[in-house]
């Protein structure tokens, strides 16, 4: 094994603000959070959903409230969860004041989309008397002045970012105004580069946390790697306090995704198996990637951080053995298994599996929720 690293991201401090008891910004790590995708009003599938989500990891559920029927079902919800509950509000500032009611731990607002003051400061003064916190979210869907006209031309020969960033600015009068000062800001793009540029604009001029994400990522093939590119950036600058990655899809897989961002940044400490796998190669004389899946999924339930290296052959495979706790070196027909870089035995190709989730879970016994120390929270 390797010394460990240096921590290369030095996180930039922000105010904390309590969201229903986790904490976002001052000294807490970055916060995974996702949104649900079922229709609010079936509070029986969003509270599955949301279970699902703080299994895979979620901190805090976001849920879509257009209806009254949504904002209806939230006091069941809001009991219910296992974590605190953020109301999504577009439009309806009415929504945002029955979502308080029924006891959210904060609501999400877009400043596209309601720009009346006086609503906004009634949902302000809800908010600072329920002592919930506000996300103020501007998206580059909804900066641009949408009627045709002077104000319109002057908006698009802006740089978006910077236009971003000024509307938000626009917004939060009202809320500084209102000495409100429980804020979550964003700013989202579904342009990698220009939520980057965004957020970085942001982090240099106000010190509420930052909550970060990339909208209409699209598929979970370009959501994921348009999130991690833009989200990675930003990370590693030490921008944002807590992020949603989303993607066209099972919300699951945007926690799962959320998480292997974090835990590969050092962010967060990794639960589970780091899988490590040969990318395969003319090397290779085995069907390696269908042993890998079946590794995956067998051992995905699996709580305790263990490093997992499926190698391909003798070049890499031994080295990568070194450093893994349970690994497999591949050759054409065998493969040698491998515990903390010790050789263990050599098991035939069609016991590969079968062998790796063994020594595995005999080691997850052994040591019962051991953690990763390569975690750099701060
Ligand atoms: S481990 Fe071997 S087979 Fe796999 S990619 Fe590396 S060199 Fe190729």
Same mark, same amino acid.
Request: net charge neutral; glycine share 8%; charged share 25%.
């Given at each position: 094994?390797?010394?460990?690293? &240096?921590? +290369?991201?030095?996180?930039?401090?922000?105010?904390?603000?309590?969201?229903?008891?986790?904490?976002?910004?001052?000294?807490?790590?970055?916060?995974?959070?996702?949104?649900?995708?079922?229709?609010?009003?079936?509070?029986?599938?969003?509270?599955?959903?949301?279970?699902?989500?703080?299994?895979?990891?979620?901190?805090?559920?976001? +849920?879509?409230?257009?209806?009254?029927?949504?904002?209806?079902?939230?006091?069941?919800?809001?009991?219910? /969860?296992?974590? &605190?509950?953020?109301?999504?509000?577009?439009? %309806?500032? !009415?929504?945002?004041?029955?979502?308080?009611?029924?006891?959210?731990?904060?609501?999400?607002?877009? &400043?596209?989309?309601?720009?009346?003051?006086? $609503?906004?400061?009634?949902?302000?003064?809800?908010?600072?008397?329920?002592?919930?916190?506000?996300?103020?979210?501007?998206?580059?869907?909804?900066?641009? $002045?949408? %009627?045709?006209?002077? *104000?319109?031309?002057?908006?698009?020969?802006?740089? @978006? %970012?910077?236009?971003?960033?000024?509307?938000?600015?626009?917004?939060?009068?009202?809320?500084?105004?209102?000495?409100?000062?429980?804020?979550?800001?964003?700013?989202?793009?579904?342009?990698?580069?220009?939520?980057?540029?965004?957020?970085?604009?942001?982090?240099?001029?106000?010190?509420?946390?930052? %909550?970060?994400?990339?909208?209409?990522?699209?598929?979970?093939?370009? =959501? !994921?790697?348009?999130?991690?590119?833009?989200?990675?950036?930003?990370?590693?600058?030490?921008?944002?306090?807590?992020?949603?990655?989303?993607?066209?899809?099972?919300?699951?897989?945007?926690?799962?995704?959320?998480?292997?961002?974090?835990?590969? @940044?050092?962010?967060?400490?990794?639960?589970?198996?780091?899988?490590?796998?040969?990318?395969?190669?003319?090397?290779?004389?085995?069907? @390696?990637? #269908?042993?890998?899946?079946?590794?995956?999924?067998?051992?995905?339930?699996?709580?305790?951080?263990?490093?997992?290296?499926?190698?391909?052959?003798?070049?890499?495979?031994?080295?990568?053995?070194?450093?893994?706790?349970?690994?497999?070196?591949? =050759?054409?027909?065998?493969?040698?298994?491998?515990?903390?870089?010790?050789?263990?035995?050599?098991? #035939?190709?069609?016991?590969? +599996?079968?062998?790796?989730?063994?020594?595995?879970?005999?080691?997850?016994?052994?040591? #019962?929720?051991? *953690? /990763?120390?390569?975690? $750099?929270?701060?």
């Amino acid at each position: 094994m390797f010394g460990m690293e &240096p921590p +290369v991201i030095t996180r930039r401090r922000t105010r904390a603000v309590d969201v229903g008891g986790v904490v976002i910004g001052g000294d807490a790590p970055v916060r995974i959070q996702s949104m649900t995708n079922t229709l609010t009003r079936d509070t029986d599938a969003t509270l599955t959903q949301v279970r699902a989500l703080v299994v895979a990891g979620a901190e805090l559920v976001r +849920v879509a409230v257009p209806t009254k029927a949504d904002t209806k079902a939230l006091t069941e919800i809001v009991a219910a /969860s296992p974590v &605190p509950i953020i109301a999504d509000v577009h439009f %309806h500032f !009415a929504r945002a004041l029955e979502a308080i009611t029924a006891g959210v731990a904060k609501i999400r607002l877009n &400043p596209g989309n309601i720009s009346d003051r006086d $609503q906004v400061r009634r949902v302000i003064d809800a908010a600072g008397a329920a002592g919930v916190a506000i996300r103020v979210g501007v998206n580059e869907g909804s900066v641009v $002045q949408r %009627h045709t006209g002077p *104000q319109r031309q002057a908006d698009l020969a802006r740089p @978006l %970012h910077e236009l971003m960033a000024d509307k938000l600015a626009e917004y939060l009068e009202v809320f500084t105004e209102a000495g409100f000062d429980s804020l979550i800001l964003s700013a989202k793009s579904h342009d990698a580069v220009t939520t980057v540029a965004a957020n970085r604009l942001l982090a240099g001029r106000w010190d509420w946390p930052l %909550h970060l994400g990339v909208t209409h990522a699209g598929t979970a093939q370009t =959501g !994921a790697i348009r999130s991690a590119a833009a989200l990675g950036a930003l990370l590693c600058e030490g921008i944002g306090q807590t992020i949603r990655i989303s993607y066209t899809g099972d919300p699951v897989a945007e926690v799962l995704a959320a998480r292997e961002l974090l835990a590969s @940044l050092r962010l967060r400490v990794r639960k589970g198996i780091d899988l490590v796998a040969c990318p395969t190669c003319g090397r290779l004389e085995m069907d @390696l990637a #269908p042993i890998v899946e079946r590794v995956r999924v067998a051992l995905a339930d699996v709580s305790e951080s263990i490093t997992v290296a499926i190698m391909g052959c003798v070049v890499n495979g031994p080295g990568e053995a070194e450093s893994a706790d349970v690994a497999i070196c591949a =050759g054409r027909d065998k493969a040698v298994l491998y515990r903390r870089g010790q050789k263990v035995r050599t098991v #035939p190709a069609g016991r590969i +599996v079968e062998a790796v989730v063994a020594e595995v879970k005999k080691l997850a016994d052994k040591e #019962p929720g051991r *953690q /990763s120390d390569q975690a $750099q929270v701060n």
